[in-house]
């Protein structure tokens, strides 16, 4: 995984709440067996909407999308978080985010930037005064930056440190196989396995 | 030390804890279906590693297989099922392909089979898998990079959950089930309340219900953004699991029962938060937006987003009645549908066929409504089938299919027309979830067979009114006041 220290790059406003899995991928774009090319189908029902923010031009090209609470709830698909990065995005920005999104991001080197609502707020308003505006993520010192505001982010202390170090979590759990190993020594002989009868 | 069910399953299973670093959780099933699984074989055969335990790991072709007798005609599509087929025979994973008498929805499978049992950690790229919660598992969806860490390790580096108490009291009215509490629990604590938690559903009107029922409960705790749902396993949970195919038997078995014995909260564990619901007090619940928090009663009308005060809510709340083409004050009752689908892994078993048969039989879908009926696996179709129940679906007129995840979420051709309108006995009613510009309201079986039958949503007290030409009392009886 690439590591991730600070990010700077177009501001992409999107004011919406709820915005479940199949709204970032919808399920007939799941098709595909690689991690790649997965770009198409990101937003694809809203891009058909030409007011829809990605595409108006100034905001194209965008990296950090500024989105509404409970970002990413819904389906377990990691194809969210490749179609989003595929796209070019490095950050997401919301006030909550769905768990299984949250840590598929983290796996993925996407960060997920919680900001209170408050503070969504106003970067949405810049964005949206200041099409095209940069917006820098710094993860060493957790803020994000658009224009005059300066916002706090919160993002766990183990997720940062992974990301900073680009750190993949099987190579992690790997240098503790021996505990691995003494685990199956003392799990119940009643549990099953999956070997046919 | 008094703990939580969910607290006393984690902590039987971690492997490793160290200050500032998630703890490491054994993982006893692995679960894994074609959608989610190729890219993490591809990233173990990317570095040379092999499956720890097969013998732990199981898996099934299901969110593509069409549902209709053939093969799979849509190439991309093939591809991801051959490719899982691959993966299995390299790796030596047991699979159920396509056609094979153990082969259906993931979920579906893993119970039928025994090899869901109470104190197991499951899980399965699939937001769903908080469905085997219901034997008292801590089971929950990972993603792709999470199954590849599966796969190599049988671990998870997983921080705490916190626990949250579902409390359901009282006796449930009749024509009301598991599916209508677990959406009025949506609708109370939201998409987003559970985020963070895992539930705990208790109380009375939980443990008087089947072990199908409270599946389909832990089923959707993911729609109110809880990982996992949780039940204590009780005599209901035993009776269910012994003689199956991977339950333990003789001496084991005793074994097994003592220790799930032991799984449950104690009573002065804290929960970290508290949610009460009077079931005695709820009737038949359908969703009218496009989240499943979006819901409310059947005797209810469509909501004016202007009296939402929440400013996201509201503005949610109206982009929803444009996407679903509805009004606000619309009768929830006068709603049309053109499709009616029952099945999916919160209501695909024998038990939610056996209650819409019970509506449908002898009478007939109504004119211009398809009915599609998909069994959650091939043992489920099996022994509908003996019980006679496929007939009883297609004389009514209602199309009786071969198993799989189908018009949930359509990656399958069954999928909903642009602007058309289904009742749905699945989890999620997200724009487009069920084909692009379909729009979903979500219900139990029982308002399913009875809205095929009337054209608009309904419940089977409906029907009697039809029927007995008696509206008055028929209603009463079913949908009690609120």
């Known amino acids: 995984m690439e590591s991730f220290t600070t990010h700077t790059g177009i501001g992409v406003p999107l004011r919406r709440s709820n915005v479940d899995t199949d709204q970032i991928i919808p399920a007939v774009y799941l098709k595909r067996v690689t991690r790649t090319g997965f770009e198409d189908g990101l937003f694809a029902a809203w891009r058909k909407d030409e007011t829809f923010v990605l595409n108006n031009d100034a905001y194209a090209a965008g990296s950090v999308l500024v989105a509404g609470p409970d970002f990413g709830t819904g389906s377990s698909r990691e194809h969210a978080v490749w179609a989003l990065m595929n796209y070019g995005f490095r950050v997401v ?28 707020e106003l970067i949405w308003k810049y964005l949206e005064n200041e099409p095209g505006a940069s917006v820098t993520v710094d993860l060493v010192s957790r803020t994000v930056t658009a224009g005059d505001i300066v916002a706090p982010f919160e993002v766990d202390d183990y997720t940062r440190w992974r990301l900073l170090e680009g750190l993949d979590d099987i190579s992690l759990t790997l240098r503790h196989e021996q505990d691995v190993t003494d685990f199956e020594g003392r799990r119940p002989s009643y549990k099953p396995t999956t070997i046919g009868a | 030390m008094s703990g939580t069910l969910a607290e006393k399953v984690w902590d039987a299973h971690v492997v490793r804890r160290s200050e500032g670093e998630p703890d490491l959780l054994y993982i006893d099933l692995h679960l894994l279906h074609e959608v989610t699984s190729p890219q993490a074989f591809d990233g173990l055969r990317l570095a040379g590693r092999k499956v720890r335990r097969p013998d732990l790991t199981l898996a099934t072709e299901d969110h593509n297989v069409p549902t209709t007798p053939g093969p799979i005609t849509d190439l991309v599509s093939r591809t991801q099922v051959e490719t899982l087929r691959r993966n299995c025979e390299e790796f030596g994973v047991r699979l159920f392909p396509m056609g094979d008498a153990e082969q259906g929805i993931v979920h579906v499978v893993g119970p039928q089979l025994g090899l869901t049992q109470p104190g197991m950690t499951i899980v399965c790229g699939d937001s769903h898998t908080s469905t085997h919660g219901a034997f008292g598992a801590l089971a929950f969806g990972i993603g792709t990079s999470e199954v590849e860490h599966v796969l190599a390790t049988q671990t998870l580096p997983l921080k705490p959950f916190r626990t949250m108490a579902i409390n359901v009291e009282g006796e ?26 895992v539930l705990e559903y208790r109380g009375s009107a939980i443990r008087s219900l ?207 027309a642009p602007g058309e309108r289904s009742a749905s006995t699945s989890n999620r009613n997200f724009e487009g979830r069920q084909g692009k510009g379909g729009r979903t309201h979500l219900v139990s079986p029982l308002v399913a067979a009875a809205t095929a039958l009337r054209g608009t949503l309904s419940s089977p007290a409906d029907l009697l009114d039809r029927d007995a030409d008696a509206p008055v009392a028929a209603a009463a009886a079913t949908e009690g006041s609120h």
């Not at chain 1, 920005?93 to 969504?120: C, E, H, M, P, Y």
Request: hydrophobic residues 40%; aromatic residues 6%.
């Open chain 1, 93 to 120: 920005i919301s006030s909550r985010f769905a768990d299984i999104f949250r840590g598929n991001s983290g796996k993925q080197g996407l960060l997920t930037a919680q900001v209170d609502q408050g503070d969504v």
């Open chain 2, 172 to 197: 449930l009215q009749p024509g009301v089930t598991a599916k209508d509490i677990v959406l009025a629990v949506i609708a109370k604590i939201g998409t987003g309340g559970g985020q963070g938690y």
């Open chain 2, 210 to 416: 089947s072990m199908e029922s409270r599946m389909t409960i832990c089923n959707m705790s993911i729609e109110a953004g809880a990982r996992a749902g949780m039940i204590a396993p009780d005599e209901t949970t035993f009776d269910y699991l012994k003689g199956r195919d991977h339950a333990p038997t003789g001496d084991a078995w005793d074994t097994a029962v003592e220790e799930w014995k032991q799984l449950r909260t104690d009573d002065d564990a804290v929960f970290d938060a508290v949610v009460d619901l009077d079931a005695s007090a709820l009737t038949p619940f359908v969703t009218w937006g496009t989240n499943p928090g979006q819901g409310l009663p059947l005797a209810e009308s469509v909501p004016d987003p202007e009296t939402i005060a929440d400013e996201n809510e509201k503005a949610a709340a109206q982009r929803a009645l444009e996407y679903m083409g509805l009004e606000a004050g619309t009768p929830l009752r006068d709603i049309r549908v053109d499709t009616v689908f029952v099945g999916s892994c919160t209501n695909g078993r024998i038990e939610d066929l056996r209650a819409a048969a019970s509506v449908v039989k002898g009478r007939k879908v109504a004119d211009g409504v398809r009915m599609l009926v998909v069994p959650g696996s091939a043992r489920v179709r099996l022994q509908a089938e003996q019980e006679g129940l496929d007939a009883v679906f297609t004389e009514a007129g209602a199309e009786w299919r071969l198993p799989g995840c189908s018009m949930c979420l359509g990656m399958n051709p069954d999928q909903l």
